[in-house]
């Protein structure tokens, strides 16, 4: 199976701040990466696939990008309502695999 | 409005077996397959398998394979996880979620999800 090694697993921002969040595949995923948001309580909701397409209705202050091994997503201008835990997802190889998560809070 | 909504919470002996199920609507059922994610309390996301619901083929991740079924209903368009031979590493919430034919793996909608608690 592929491992997405996803960092960091926390994440402190202020409001308006940009982040970023990576995710290194275990071997060449060909971009098939897709990137999750998940509220307390609440099913994943799918941001981004294929890297970088935002999904209709996904703000344009999310962004993912990467090759090979190596993907970023990021948020420009954090808002409150950002305040989540993301996810990556390969799924070039089966099974599908997730990242560890990263849980971003408000500093 | 696409809705994929699941069945309420359960609790399962050890060693006993549920069955979890996702009615869907809004969305032409057999278009889309019906995956299943684990997620275990306060951890990550693990893939189970999916369904085809227009064919019923599955596929499962080999983990898995011994421990749920997957099942659909095309007249009710209801999708069904099972999970046999219950032991406290099945305790977890549950989520169907639906993607399309054409990429199996990109799930675009999910379900509300669906804990299962095994406990004596």
């Known amino acids: 199976d592929i491992q997405m090694t996803q960092s960091p697993p926390s994440l402190s921002a202020s409001l308006g701040d940009k982040v970023t969040i990576t995710c290194q595949a275990s071997?060449?995923?060909?971009?098939?990466i897709a990137w999750y948001q998940q509220k307390p309580g609440k099913a994943p909701r799918l941001l981004i696939r294929?890297?970088?397409t935002l999904e209709s209705g996904t703000p344009s202050r999310f962004s993912g990008s990467g090759s090979g091994r190596d993907y970023s997503f990021s948020i420009s201008n954090v808002e409150s309502e950002d305040i989540a835990s993301y996810y990556c997802?390969?799924?070039?190889?089966?099974?599908?695999?997730f990242g560890g998560g990263t849980k971003l809070e408000l500093k | 409005e696409v809705q994929l909504q699941q069945s309420g919470p359960e609790v399962g002996r050890p060693g006993s077996s549920v069955k979890i199920s996702c009615k869907a609507s809004?969305?032409?059922?057999?278009?889309?397959?019906m995956n299943w994610v684990k997620q275990s309390p306060g951890q990550g996301l693990e893939w189970i398998g999916w369904?085809?619901?227009?064919?019923?083929?599955?596929d499962y991740a080999e983990k898995f394979k011994k421990k749920a079924t997957l099942t659909a209903d095309t007249s009710s368009n209801t999708a069904y996880i099972q999970l046999s031979s219950l032991t406290s590493e099945d305790t977890a919430t549950y989520f169907c979620?639906?993607?399309?034919?054409?990429?199996?793996?990109?799930?675009?909608?999910w379900g509300q999800g669906a804990s299962v608690t095994v406990s004596s």
């Open positions: 809004g969305y032409t059922f057999t278009d889309y397959v």
């Open positions: 997802l390969q799924y070039d190889n089966l099974p599908p695999t």
């Open positions: 294929y890297t970088s």
């Open positions: 979620a639906r993607a399309y034919t054409t990429d199996y793996y990109v799930m675009d909608a």
């Open positions: 071997q060449n995923i060909n971009k098939y």
């Open positions: 369904i085809d619901p227009e064919y019923g083929s599955t």
